[in-house]
């Protein structure tokens, strides 16, 4: 089969046309990871400003309740889990004499 310029000449812009193309689905592809990488981003940004303010509102209780025990940087340190963790210990031990025999007669936690 002799080659001539033509035959040449379509081998030349169907591989300039798989070039380009692989160009473009790679450029697609990257750019579909980076935009979801900036929503799971802003994602990890927005809960951790939730939790921040969450324990915002907890550690004033917490100092209030155990001064002696924790120190304000030191909770701020802690995850949310463990803040409230200690939160909802300082509160049941904290409860009234008459919740805490009501509680105990009905066996609620």
Do not use: A
């Amino acid at each position: 089969m002799p080659i001539d310029e033509d035959n040449d000449m379509s081998v030349l812009s169907y591989n300039k046309y798989l070039e380009d193309d692989t160009k473009r689905k790679k450029q697609k592809i990257t750019s579909e990871f980076e935009e979801n990488g900036l929503q799971f981003l802003s994602e990890i940004e927005r809960k951790k400003k939730r939790n921040t303010l969450i324990q915002i509102k907890l550690i004033p209780y917490i100092l209030k309740h155990c001064k002696d025990i924790y120190t304000e940087e030191e909770l701020k340190s802690y995850s949310l889990e463990d803040i409230q963790d200690i939160y909802n210990k300082i509160k049941k031990e904290n409860r009234n004499i008459f919740l805490k025999f009501f509680l105990f007669l009905f066996n609620i936690e």
